[in-house]
């Protein structure tokens, strides 16, 4: 549904939510139920310094419940991937109605905030569209736009929570919702401007993709090549030349390891106990017997590996099927 | 068959060093006698498995005899330069193929140049 999906682009474009219009929303979004409820979950919550976490908590189990409680679900289904050229136009009944709770449990004029708040539902919808699309840059400015522009409902909003909060929850998260709250308020620098894009995945990544195209070409070898002879000036003392020759590999490393370039992972008992390897031969008669030597002297053995003995036992069974006809001769 | 072989020496010629290393770069086989000692030793490598398993079963007093008389034909079936016993330790440098101490893998005579020079490290004149 276009709810689920709004609710979704908000996530992603949460991070460019400003924090008055976060607090608003979070008011909505709680009291969807009564006001008891909404209260509930606005002290249950920790207040955090970023309210943007928040916010996708709450889409997140807004999400879950309205998924629930949706009776259209092949529909929704159906209308999340065409949703995407929805307009945020025709708003969600139970937006409206969370807009209409939170307008009715606030003291102030209910219908002024009410409408400010689906003004500001739409307009997020609009920037979560537009985001989508990719425009990224226009939505910059209309968030910052719109903080410049809209404080007063917003501070009302945050002010009104931070009311709420302060009731409930203890010292230490009130002293630090206030200074997060006068931090985003006074210092509007923060959030508002453009972006320079200097971090941003989508820039980066077809840089990327050439760079791995163009990478292989001899020329660059052979540049390569000779940077690194010119680069590599002759040793100036004795150290400098062992080094030299560790790197090459003429020098061993020292202290000296002795099982360097022996990765045998096998256990003694796989070397030893090589029986199991025996089954394909039949159990009595000269080949047997042979057989049983050919393991005594592999298991002796300290300088082949499993996989090696192994092959030996395989060659000799390979042998011995073929030569069976003349076997059955004698 | 000469083709094969020409390709052979060819690419046995073209060794050479990547590292600029200063003293002699060899880029060939000091003879065709140490060429051909080199190919001895490389299908030697290759069948030595082999060799021994089938000796593994001639030298066997509990194997049947028609077994091991079949074992017999079969290795003398192999190349014959895959048998160890072809290969000669010649000198390294010059190809002798008597005079040469194992350890050094060099020919008395080189051997001694070097050692004169102080170019082997540990060697010293005997006095006694």
């Known amino acids: 549904t276009s709810s689920v999906l709004s609710k979704d682009k908000d996530k992603s474009a949460v991070s460019k939510d400003s924090s008055p219009e976060g607090a608003a929303k979070r008011q909505e979004d709680g009291a969807e139920t009564p006001k008891q409820k909404l209260l509930d979950v606005i002290g249950g919550m920790k207040v955090e310094v970023s309210y943007r976490k928040k916010l996708q908590q709450l889409k997140a189990s807004e999400n879950k419940k309205q998924a629930m409680n949706k009776l259209e679900g092949p529909d929704s289904e159906g209308s999340v991937p065409q949703g995407i050229t929805e307009r945020g136009k025709p708003l969600n009944p139970e937006l409206v109605k969370a807009a209409s709770a939170v307008a009715s449990s606030l003291p102030r004029d209910k219908k002024q905030t009410e409408s400010e708040l689906l003004a500001q539902l739409r307009r997020h919808e609009e920037t979560t569209d537009k985001q989508k699309k990719g425009r990224t840059i226009n939505i910059r400015n209309v ?46 620098s923060l959030k508002v401007g453009k972006r320079l894009n200097i971090f941003t995945k989508a820039s980066t990544e077809p840089e990327h993709a050439l760079k791995t195209v163009s990478s292989p070409t001899i020329w660059d070898l052979e540049f390569a090549k000779e940077v690194a002879a010119v680069t590599a000036q002759p040793p100036r003392n004795g150290f400098e030349e062992m080094i030299q020759w560790t790197k090459e590999g003429i020098l061993w ?10 990765e045998d992972d096998a256990e003694f008992h796989e070397h030893i106990f090589l029986d199991k390897h025996l089954e394909g031969f039949p159990k009595e008669g000269p080949i047997r017997h042979f057989m049983e030597l050919v393991i005594c002297g592999l298991s002796k053995n300290p300088y082949l590996s499993v996989k090696q003995k192994v092959e030996h036992i395989e060659w000799f069974q390979n042998y011995f099927e073929e030569k069976k006809e003349l076997l059955q001769e004698i | 068959m000469a083709v094969a072989a020409l390709c052979w020496a060819l690419r046995a010629a073209r060794q050479v060093l990547p590292s600029p290393c200063p003293g002699q770069v060899r880029s060939y086989y000091v003879d065709w006698r140490m060429l051909r000692d080199v190919k001895r030793r490389k299908i030697a490598y290759e069948y030595a498995d082999e060799r021994l398993r089938i000796n593994a079963i001639r030298k066997n007093s509990i194997l049947p005899k028609e077994l091991q008389e079949v074992a017999d034909k079969e290795i003398a079936a192999l190349p014959r330069d895959s048998c160890p016993v072809r290969i000669r330790n010649r000198c390294v440098l010059t190809s002798r193929p008597r005079g040469v101490k194992r350890r050094w893998r060099l020919s008395r005579i080189v051997l001694r140049h070097f050692a004169d020079h102080a170019q082997m490290s540990g060697i010293q004149r005997a006095m006694w």
């Open chain 1, 143 to 188: 968030i910052s736009e719109m903080t410049i522009k809209r404080q007063s409902p917003a501070q009302r909003g945050v002010r009104i929570s931070g009311r709420i909060s302060l009731q409930l929850d203890e010292d230490g998260q009130r002293i630090r919702r206030e200074r997060s709250s006068a931090q985003s308020m006074d210092s509007r």
């Open chain 1, 253 to 262: 490393e020292f202290p000296i390891d002795n099982e360097v370039g022996m």
